[in-house]
């Protein structure tokens, strides 16, 4: 027979800071763009688990899918539970990564070999031509000032030459930085920010944006760890798309602090 204790004790607190919430109402009340999840620590007697309310239950339906997907190799939180918009998933234990410190390129490595996995497709350009992506996030970023007609002409023409023919799709960890890793007491890293997590993405561009955002960590080094992936040959243009889309998405959420402007000038010297 089973038999209830007299009492469970349920918790919950925010986890997002308050600096950080603050932030994003601020953003919204100033016309930004800004994130709709909330995110909390719920811990139900012993069970400690993150619970994730995003915008849609697309969203949280397709980040539990790539969870499930996961689930043998131990990458990533172990999924729990899913009810319309909302996820619960494993709370992870760990140490902070230092960003300060050289960075894991094994660790990374063996975190996006799994990934790079799970859930592999390809696709022509013709179906879906990821260079005008770039372009209309080049548009923006001219039309906003954040860089110049010539600037943008050079990048658009890289985009036309660098985009494949083929590119491969599947799972990635979009925002792979310091912050959004954990280290177990085994040593091996694992992802925590589930929200980052995307399906059907192109793969690689996780990897081009841990080694264009990581101090310290080099491009060459990453790709060697990986074991030359079969995204290599089009590195250029990952990087290209990642710093378009992210130096688009900063001026939208008014991180003007973040924006790079020699990060794109220097993608648009190289030959």
Same mark, same amino acid.
């Given at each position: 027979?089973?038999?209830?204790?007299?009492?469970? @004790?349920?918790?919950?607190?925010?986890?997002? $800071?308050? %600096?950080?919430?603050?932030?994003?109402?601020?953003?919204?009340?100033?016309?930004?763009?800004?994130?709709?999840?909330?995110?909390?620590?719920?811990?139900?007697?012993?069970?400690? %688990?993150? *619970?994730? /309310?995003?915008?849609?239950?697309?969203?949280? &339906?397709?980040?539990?899918? %790539?969870?499930?997907?996961?689930?043998?190799?131990?990458?990533?939180?172990? #999924?729990?539970?899913?009810?319309?918009?909302?996820? !619960?998933?494993?709370?992870?234990?760990?140490?902070?990564?230092?960003?300060? /410190?050289? #960075?894991?390129?094994?660790?990374? /490595?063996?975190?996006?070999?799994?990934?790079?996995?799970?859930?592999?497709?390809?696709? %022509?350009?013709?179906?879906?031509?990821? &260079?005008?992506?770039?372009?209309?996030?080049?548009?923006?970023?001219?039309?906003?000032?954040?860089?110049?007609?010539?600037?943008?002409?050079?990048?658009?023409?890289?985009?036309?030459?660098?985009? $494949?023919? *083929?590119?491969?799709?599947?799972?990635?960890?979009?925002?792979?930085? #310091?912050?959004?890793?954990?280290?177990?007491?085994?040593?091996?890293?694992?992802?925590?920010?589930?929200?980052?997590?995307?399906?059907?993405?192109?793969?690689?561009?996780?990897?081009? *944006?841990? !080694?264009?955002? !990581? #101090?310290?960590?080099?491009?060459?080094?990453?790709?060697?760890?990986?074991?030359?992936?079969?995204?290599?040959?089009?590195?250029?243009?990952?990087?290209? @798309?990642?710093?378009? @889309? !992210?130096?688009?998405?900063?001026?939208?959420?008014?991180?003007?602090?973040?924006?790079?402007?020699?990060?794109?000038?220097?993608?648009?010297?190289?030959?």
């Amino acid at each position: 027979m089973c038999y209830l204790p007299a009492v469970i @004790r349920y918790r919950r607190r925010r986890l997002e $800071p308050f %600096a950080q919430r603050l932030k994003r109402l601020r953003a919204r009340v100033r016309g930004g763009l800004a994130k709709q999840q909330t995110v909390h620590l719920v811990q139900i007697g012993d069970l400690r %688990a993150k *619970r994730v /309310a995003f915008a849609h239950a697309s969203q949280a &339906a397709s980040v539990e899918h %790539a969870l499930e997907t996961l689930r043998e190799c131990g990458i990533a939180p172990q #999924p729990i539970a899913r009810y319309a918009n909302e996820l !619960w998933v494993e709370f992870v234990e760990g140490t902070p990564l230092d960003s300060s /410190a050289p #960075p894991p390129v094994e660790g990374l /490595a063996r975190v996006f070999q799994h990934l790079y996995r799970t859930d592999v497709g390809e696709l %022509a350009r013709e179906d879906r031509d990821f &260079a005008r992506e770039v372009l209309r996030d080049l548009h923006v970023l001219r039309v906003a000032g954040v860089i110049d007609q010539e600037t943008c002409a050079r990048l658009e023409r890289r985009a036309e030459t660098w985009c $494949p023919a *083929r590119v491969f799709t599947g799972c990635d960890y979009v925002d792979a930085r #310091p912050g959004n890793f954990l280290r177990t007491a085994e040593g091996r890293l694992r992802i925590i920010d589930v929200e980052s997590l995307v399906s059907g993405e192109l793969i690689g561009t996780g990897a081009a *944006r841990a !080694w264009l955002r !990581w #101090p310290g960590l080099e491009r060459e080094g990453l790709l060697a760890a990986l074991g030359v992936p079969r995204f290599a040959d089009y590195a250029d243009f990952l990087e290209l @798309r990642f710093a378009a @889309r !992210w130096t688009k998405r900063c001026l939208l959420q008014r991180k003007l602090q973040l924006i790079e402007p020699g990060l794109l000038r220097g993608l648009a010297t190289l030959e």
